[in-house]
């Protein structure tokens, strides 16, 4: 329905950028008006605490209690740990962040620059066995 890439100007660990990105996520769904999303993220440690917050580490709470607020806007929601390697349309992204001025989006249009990737993303996880 939408993708974003937004630059940070924050010093942050690869934990804490990926709670935000989760957190920028769920807004940015919010602003999309979806009523049902699938959250995402390569970090086990930020999906378990989407699940349980008493899981959750100090250094990424209050930005996993935020998330879990916004996440009460939404009819449904799922969060799913997606291993790294299927998903590197999402890197591409958080790559591209770093050369745009605040954000850039698109809604209902995939970015150019993750076209294949997504198609390759695809294709690995209908091959992976759970």
Known sequence: MGALSRRLELPLGALEVEAKAVEEGVQFARDLCLGQIVVESDSLVVVSSLHDLDSTLSCIQKVIEGTRLGL???????????????????????????????????????????????????????????
Not at 96 to 113: G, L
């Open 72 to 130: 009460h806007g939404f009819t449904a929601w799922e969060a799913s740990h997606t291993r790294r390697g299927c998903n590197n349309a999402a890197h591409i992204l958080a790559r591209h962040a770093k050369s745009v001025h605040n954000c850039d989006i698109w809604v209902e249009d995939t970015p150019p620059m993750i076209i294949d990737q997504v198609q390759k993303d695809v294709n690995c996880m209908t091959s992976i066995s759970f």
